[in-house]
């Protein structure tokens, strides 16, 4: 057994090593010496105080002794403080009771409030601002998707806007670039026996003047960027200016993702209007000045009424005010469309019913679940984005015969007409359209449109929410307060029996089938390549917006 060590280690050493040591740490100091010289003196020098020969000098001290003495008070009383507030929190810690009844008229205070914003739900809030839009303007822009014009116009809100008294209504057919040409000539001529009709394109790439960009060379913009039927829409407001005699306030309103706040950027040739490819970005009223006699209002989405038909709600439902389910609304939106055209636009087989449709769209895309097995939710919210974006080309055809709404009678349509030259607007519309880059009617999807949507413009019949329904829309409100920029499809993890599709099944509405000899008339080149898009181009949660 080792015998335990009663002493400590000592700690004398040779006079060589010692030496050594010092040695060293002279040459270190001496090191550091050379390098403060080079640097030059950074120590703070000592205060000297106040020299004798200095006059006052007793007067200069008695004022620093004060204010010695006051930063010290003051840091006692500081401490006094924190000591008081641990106190406080020991004592919650240890009786609960006693927070209650402390912070209950904070509380209450901070419920009152939160409630004065909650008891005024989304939909509410549009339509006072749709309201006060309508009441402001003098003309109202009724913004239309050219490629379901009728779909984009609602009655209830015209209706309004012919109640308001000398108030002038016209549409624009925005988004012209995406219907053939030859449907846009047929709709212009269908629309303008109500009502003073304008060709237009928005600019897709405009400059935001907050944000400074150094570019070296400023590129010419191309013919699908450029804005079209500005000048026309321009010249027929400045017209009926001059008509009126006085400055007029022009109203912008339309349903969600028709290019409201597009088109006053384009008037206005800057990005002044928040844009994007979230539906119902816009949410208050917001005054653009044109020039000194022209001021632009630009407003929130209609409120689509839950009485509208399936693919009506798909379309014109922003996903920030209603719950959308994108694979209920993808397959309303696809038993509305000819499927042939549809085949050959996404390069998928034929199929029979949206489930169908869907997985092939979703092995096509490279959408998959835990396992590998196809997503279809996710390829539902993929077709859902893209058809109530800005760039998949489809179209409609107008009525047969022209019938006059039933708001609408020939006095009201001489009264629209108005102040305007119509001439004029007919030579712009034509040089417009000449203008626009239209597509082959090949390459576009025959859609069949549901006819006029339905809106609600009073807070009465906005129909009442369930407790949990509110719960979640004010989640989402907040979320999309957060999450504003955020555009990413969020990837739904599969579960071990993701191969079980009876629920989809369920949703899915099953679309007529075709006969033999339409499946066998599919032509070759169905599976082409085709320009592969990136998912975060899409906005499809439905956490907001």
């Not at 240890?94 to 939160?114: F, H, I, Y």
């Not at 006060?132 to 806007?161: F, M, T, Y």
């Not at 000449?434 to 090949?442: D, F, G, R, T, Y």
């Not at 955020?486 to 599709?501: A, K, N, R, T, Y």
Request: hydrophobic content about 30%.
């Amino acid at each position: 057994m080792k015998r335990p060590k009663l002493k400590k280690a000592s700690k004398r050493m040779t006079c060589h090593k010692r030496y050594k040591i010092q040695k060293k740490v002279r040459e270190h100091h001496r090191k550091l010496r050379k390098e403060a010289k080079k640097r030059g003196r950074k120590k703070p020098r000592k205060d000297p105080g106040v020299p004798n020969s200095a006059p006052f000098k007793e007067a200069l001290l008695r004022e620093a002794e004060l204010r010695k003495q006051q930063l010290e008070e003051l840091k006692q009383q500081q401490k006094l403080d924190r000591q008081k507030e641990q106190n406080k929190k020991r004592k919650l810690e240890t009786d609960p009771d006693v927070e209650l009844s402390n912070t209950e008229p904070e509380s209450g205070q901070r419920k009152a409030k939160k409630a004065k914003t909650s008891k005024q739900s989304p939909k509410m809030l549009h339509c006072q601002e749709l309201k006060k839009v309508i009441e402001a303007s003098d003309v109202v822009l009724e913004v239309l998707d050219a490629r379901d014009p009728l779909g984009c116009r609602c009655p209830q809100v015209e209706e309004a806007i012919i109640r308001g008294g000398q108030k002038k209504l016209v549409l624009v057919l925005n988004k012209s670039d995406l219907v053939p040409k030859e449907n846009l000539e047929n709709w212009l001529s269908y629309l303008k026996k109500e009502l003073p009709t304008v060709v237009f394109k928005a600019s897709t790439q405009l400059k935001d003047k907050r944000k400074r960009i150094k570019v070296k060379k400023k590129a010419a913009p191309s013919k699908s960027e450029a804005c079209v039927g500005k000048e026309g829409l321009w010249k027929l407001l400045e017209g009926f200016q001059k008509t009126s005699g006085k400055a007029i306030h022009v109203g912008v309103i339309g349903f969600p993702n028709v290019g409201k706040s597009s088109v006053i950027n384009s008037l206005k040739q800057e990005q002044i209007c928040s844009v994007g490819v979230s539906m119902g970005l816009t949410r208050c009223m917001q005054l653009v000045p044109l020039d000194k006699q022209i001021t632009i209002i630009d407003s929130p989405c209609f409120i689509v009424s839950p009485l509208n038909s399936a693919p009506a709600l798909a379309l014109r439902s922003p996903a920030s005010i209603e719950e959308v389910k994108p694979l209920e609304a993808a397959s309303a939106i696809l038993s509305q469309a000819d499927a042939q055209q549809v085949v050959l636009k996404f390069t998928v087989p034929v199929f029979t019913n949206s489930l169908e449709f869907f997985t092939s769209f979703a092995q096509r895309r490279g959408l998959h679940q835990k396992g590998g097995s196809p997503n279809v939710e996710r390829a539902a919210k993929v077709l859902w984005s893209e058809w109530t974006g800005a760039f998949l080309v489809y179209y409609c055809h107008p009525p047969a015969s022209w019938t006059p709404p039933p708001h609408f009678n020939e006095s009201i349509v001489t009264d629209m007409k108005w102040g305007f030259d119509l001439e004029e607007l007919e030579k712009n519309n034509a040089h417009s359209i000449q203008a626009i880059k239209s597509p082959h009617l090949a390459n576009s999807i025959l859609f069949q449109s549901s006819g006029l949507t339905n809106g609600v413009i009073d807070e009465k019949d906005i129909p009442e929410e369930l407790p949990k329904q509110k719960k979640q829309k004010q989640e989402q409100e907040e979320s999309y307060e957060d999450v504003k920029t955020d555009q990413g499809i969020v990837d739904e993890e599969g579960d071990d029996e993701s191969l079980d599709m009876s629920p989809a099944e369920e949703a899915c509405e099953a679309l007529p089938e075709k006969s033999q000899a339409d499946k066998q008339s599919a032509p070759s080149f169905v599976l082409d390549k085709m320009t592969e898009e990136e998912d975060d181009a899409y906005d499809f949660s439905t956490d907001y917006v």
